[in-house]
């Protein structure tokens, strides 16, 4: 059994901005994207990147949120699994322990907002969405 110790996680960017566009200028509400990286022998960076923009009936007034989280992770066993199984492993869980941070503070974070639009992602495999992205990459 691999042995994974949160390291620390940390909000690296968020971005919250008014758009006044058109409903049709926008290609999509949602999008999800992640980053992987090695510092060191057994510590590891995962980041999951989150854009989501309102829809807002009434007025063409649309916000969109922007965020960049990280999460660093020490693996004690590295040693057993090699790299790609380490990615595989971190992506996953750290996409697991990320997601619903993110979702809650952007759904705080424009629930504060005095233009009435509160965004509320809802619940995402996201280590699917993850395989998803990596199959398209392939």
């Not at 059994?1 to 058109?22: G, P, W």
Request: glycine share 4%.
């Amino acid at each position: 059994m691999l042995d994974i110790t949160l390291k620390k996680m940390f909000v690296e960017n968020i971005e919250y901005k008014y758009l006044n566009r058109e409903k049709e200028d926008q290609k999509s509400n949602f999008r999800l994207g992640y980053s992987f990286n090695q510092l060191d022998k057994c510590l590891y960076e995962f980041g999951l990147n989150v854009l989501c923009v309102s829809d807002k009936d009434d007025s063409n007034l649309n916000i969109q949120v922007g965020m960049k989280v990280l999460l660093e992770s020490k693996f004690d066993e590295a040693d057993e699994l090699d790299s790609d199984e380490l990615e595989y492993y971190l992506k996953n869980t750290g996409a697991t322990i990320l997601f619903p941070y993110i979702r809650n503070i952007i759904q705080t974070i424009s629930g504060y907002d005095s233009s009435g639009v509160n965004i509320v992602l809802p619940v995402i495999n996201v280590a699917e969405v993850i395989q998803s992205i990596d199959n398209q990459d392939k």
